[in-house]
């Protein structure tokens, strides 16, 4: 077993990342790559709760922007998190992964529904748990589901991975002087109004004392090196 500080991660990866250089959908090279550092950071040992997004295949916020029910368009992008959920689950098994997809929204023919007694004596038998359909409610991002599963499952870290290597202080992108920070307080994420997560995921890490670490999905063993305790990304706490 791993000296690292964590036993129990909840892995939360952004679905756009799925999407590679196609801009949307799923690339299967960007999948196969993100199931096997995923089955790195298992071997090595640790217990992994993972939700992952479905901006690649709908993005109810933008749908709604345009006009379409807010409601209607969250559940649309649910169903798009547990198209991505199948996805991941059957790249995670082609590394020999026993993986188990939990719904949040009732689909007893495709995935099991979510239970967390049962999400819980999956990863103790060593099984990857994905959550597939968010938090099953509309209002609330993939972002909440993964604060809100985290504590369910009792991870001791939410590890938020995704195409950006950590918070800055200014847009990377159009400021190059920005500044890249280690750490950070929850209250200086809210008050300064970074792109972390949604104010409700981090809130509710706040209340809970609950860590998020932010890192780049894309650089390879990336995984691996946040679970066994590695300067990378940003720490929130
Ligand atoms: P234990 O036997 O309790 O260790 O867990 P297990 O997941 O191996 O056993 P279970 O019999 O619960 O599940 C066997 C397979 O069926 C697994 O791949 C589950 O993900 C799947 N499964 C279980 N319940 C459901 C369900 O309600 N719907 C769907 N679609 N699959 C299910």
Redesign the pocket.
């Known amino acids: 077993m791993s000296k690292a500080p964590y036993k129990r991660i909840l892995l939360k990866l952004s679905g756009e990342a799925l999407a590679g250089q196609q801009g949307q959908g799923i690339n299967p090279q960007v999948i196969q790559q993100i199931a096997q550092d995923v089955a790195l950071a298992h071997k090595a040992g640790f217990q992994l709760g993972i939700v992952i997004g479905g901006g690649n295949i709908f993005r109810g916020v933008s749908a709604s922007a345009q006009g379409m029910d807010r409601a209607s368009s969250d559940y649309m992008g649910m169903l798009a998190t547990v198209i991505n959920a199948l996805a991941l689950q059957d790249a995670l098994e082609k590394e020999n992964v026993p993986t ?2 939990q719904s949040a929204i009732a689909m ?6 979510y239970i967390r007694r049962k999400a819980i ?2 990863l103790e ?1 060593g099984r990857i748990v994905i959550f597939g359909a968010g938090t099953g409610n509309p209002f609330f991002t993939t972002d909440t589901a993964a604060s809100l599963r985290a504590m369910e499952i009792n991870a001791e870290i939410i590890m938020k991975a995704t195409k950006v290597d950590g918070i800055y202080d200014m847009d990377p992108k159009k400021h190059p002087e920005a500044k890249k920070f280690t750490t950070i307080s929850y209250m200086d994420v809210l008050n300064r109004g970074l792109q972390v997560m949604d104010s409700t995921a981090i809130s509710l890490c706040m209340d809970h004392k609950l860590p998020i670490l932010t890192f780049d999905l894309m650089k390879k063993g990336n995984i691996l090196r946040a679970a066994q305790g590695e300067t990378i990304g940003t720490l929130v706490q």
């Not at 007893?108 to 529904?113: C, D, M, R, S, V």
């Open positions: 188990r997809v007893a023919e495709i995935a099991e529904p004596r999956h038998k």
